[in-house]
T-cell receptor, first 111, second 115 residues
Framework: DAKTTQPTSMDCAEGRAANLPCNHS???????VYWYRQIHSQGPQYIIH???NNETNEMASLIITEDRKSSTLILPHATLRDTAVYYCIAADRLGNEKLTFGTGTRLTIIP | GAVVSQHPSWVICKSGTSVKIECRSLDFQATTMFWYRQFPKQSLMLMATSNEGSKATYEQGVEKDKFLINHASLTLSTLTVTSAHPEDSSFYIC???????????FGDGTRLSIL
């Protein structure tokens, strides 16, 4: 699986959009970009995933660059409950289904 | 939808005992389930991949005789930590996926403390 790089930590003001970047410059053509988050002492929560088109669901939007070497997760109106560690993972859905978790980005929403 | 239930949420037991953790997919049939372990201040580490009706595939460095995995049905996988010792104390998390393009969904984890 492609290695991903994320900032260690970020702060965002409550009510503002939180933009979390992720670099995956070695991603291969059949690897999806998955985003999960983990709130303290809980299991990871699935947020969104995509291959090359931008995706949006009720939780977030995922913007993938045209060359697919990076992506940005957008939480449109951050709340205090969005404080968590966010993981960006590139994984091959066709054969290798394993998710390799890195260190993620610790997002803190500031009141 | 896509709810994964894990039981128990936490367990404390004496060194040398065996502990069984259950992982259930409540509203879907999971072709594959995964078991992860997370030590304090660290990220999740995959322990093994479990396919219904077949033997689990363990990651390098994970002892298959110590961490017994059974995936007897499409909705249940169990992890048994045999002869647990204090160094096995950790947060154990399972996940399940339907298949195809569907993502993995995680349980809420089991915090295991061995005294």
């Amino acid at each position: 699986d492609a290695k991903t790089t994320q900032p260690t930590s970020m702060d965002c003001a409550e009510g503002r959009a939180a933009n979390l970047p992720c670099n995956h410059s070695t991603i291969s053509g059949n690897e999806y970009v998955y985003w999960y988050r983990q709130i303290h002492s809980q299991g990871p929560q699935y947020i969104i995933h995509g291959l090359k088109n931008n995706e949006t669901n009720e939780m977030a939007s995922l913007i993938i660059t045209e060359d697919r070497k990076s992506s940005t997760l957008i939480l449109p109106h951050a709340t205090l409950r969005d404080t968590a560690v966010y993981y960006c993972i590139a994984a091959d859905r066709l054969g290798n289904e394993k998710l390799t978790f890195g260190t993620g980005t610790r997002l803190t929403i500031i009141p | 939808g896509a709810v994964v239930s894990q039981h128990p949420s936490w367990v404390i037991c004496k060194s040398g005992t065996s502990v069984k953790i259950e992982c259930r997919s409540l509203d879907f049939q999971a072709t594959t389930m995964f078991w992860y372990r997370q030590f304090p201040k660290q990220s999740l580490m995959l322990m093994a991949t479990s396919n219904e009706g077949s033997k689990a595939t363990y990651e390098q460095g994970v002892e298959k005789d110590k961490f017994l995995i059974n995936h007897a049905s499409l909705t249940l996988s169990t992890l048994t930590v045999t002869s647990a010792h204090p160094e096995d104390s950790s947060f154990y998390i399972c996940s399940a996926r339907l298949g195809g393009n569907q993502p993995q969904h995680f349980g809420d984890g089991t915090r295991l403390s061995i005294l």
